[in-house]
């Protein structure tokens, strides 16, 4: 069992253009909304793995009614407080030109203490039967930074491994605690680190602050660190639909992979096979198991 948090769900949209014209008015030829929150793509791609999962979440208003319907529909667990403002809406166009794959992410509703009290709870009752807990995303407004301090010692009184998909301060506020293992971007690690280096080195430095160390460089593919070992993945993909999720995707298939009895060089490539995946599938965040199976034989692994 892994639980996947997602902080910060929201309704994930895509507003299909022909182009877009800044101080304009600009028509939608389509719209689709699909489940989101980096968490719940987490979650709903370790359910197609095959994965035994559990979405925890701040679910908020209508909106956070329907999200957790659709990964119900799915067949993913939910759990978690309930708020009476809405979730987020998130935007994502694809249009011709420079707009392509541009994001627009709202904040989140507010959370009081009683939602944290009540989240925290549900995690201490998940994290009993969990080999790990993924806390991935954003966080709303009115959550402390010291969270990550309460999510480590539910984790270890539990012998449950913490993994963390953050940015910025909370990013920071979570290596503060050590956990078991981190997914970031290039960007994030250089701000963490205060320094840019090659991204086989980043991923070496980072190791201090945790045991495993998943470090995605964009199209340069992932760079996966753990012990003395810096592993680096590619898999390419010739028709891109949207990036959307795909990190997260990623995340998705090294839990899976690391709590499924894989060696650590099978982890990083079934995780990038699965990050690819994301990139061809029209539906947001999401991944088909054929499509992981396929790049898994397209992905290459050496040893740097």
Known sequence: MIAAICPNPSVDKIYELDGFVPGAVNRCNNVRAYPGGKGVHVGLALNELGSDTEIIAYWGGPSGKWIREKCLEKGVKCS???LEEWNRTCITFLSN????????????PMVQTEHTVEFLNSVKTVCKISDAVCVSGSWPDGVPLDIFNQLQTICKFQETDLWVDASGEYLEAALAVKPFGIHLN????????NEKLNSAEMARKLLNYCNVVALT????GLYFGYGNTILHSTCAVDNVISTVGSG???????????????????????????????CINPDLGM?????????????IIKEI
């Open 287 to 299: 991944i088909r198991k054929e499509d992981v199976d396929n790049f898994i034989k397209q992905t």
């Open 186 to 193: 290039r960007t994030e690690a250089e701000q963490v680190l």
């Open 97 to 108: 030109g420079s707009f392509q794959n541009t994001e627009i992410l709202e904040t989140g």
């Open 80 to 82: 978690g407080p309930v």
């Open 248 to 278: 997260d995707c990623l995340t998705a298939g090294l839990l899976y992979s690391w709590y499924g009895g894989k060696t650590p060089a099978e982890a990083a490539r079934i995780a990038t096979a699965c990050g690819a995946a994301n």
């Open 217 to 220: 460089d964009g199209a340069d």
